[in-house]
């Protein structure tokens, strides 16, 4: 199980401008880097309770896990 979140999900629902030059994916497990077609991937791991706060979204028949908005926003704040 994973989720994006970090500012590649503040992104996603236009809370911030600001592209993300890395992609943070959030996991029970996996902690570390690798980069995918020139783009970092940092993996970090979390909490099960915070996998209570992600959503399902689909882009082109793709779907993929990210943080929700209110929590995104939350992490924003956080940041700024």
């Known amino acids: 199980n994973y989720f994006i979140g970090g500012w590649s999900a503040a ?3 236009r809370l911030t401008e600001q592209v993300p ?5 959030y ?10 077609l020139n783009t970092p991937f940092i993996f ?12 399902t979204k689909k882009i082109k028949g ?3 896990k990210i943080l ?5 926003k939350k992490w924003l ?3 700024t």
């Open 68 to 72: 929700n908005k209110e929590e995104s």
């Open 44 to 55: 970090r791991k979390t909490s099960a309770k915070k996998f209570k706060q992600i959503v």
């Open 11 to 13: 992104n996603y629902w």
């Open 21 to 25: 030059a890395k992609i943070e994916v």
């Open 27 to 36: 996991s029970l497990k996996r902690s570390g880097q690798k980069i995918i």
């Open 62 to 64: 793709h779907s993929f």
């Open 77 to 79: 704040s956080r940041r």
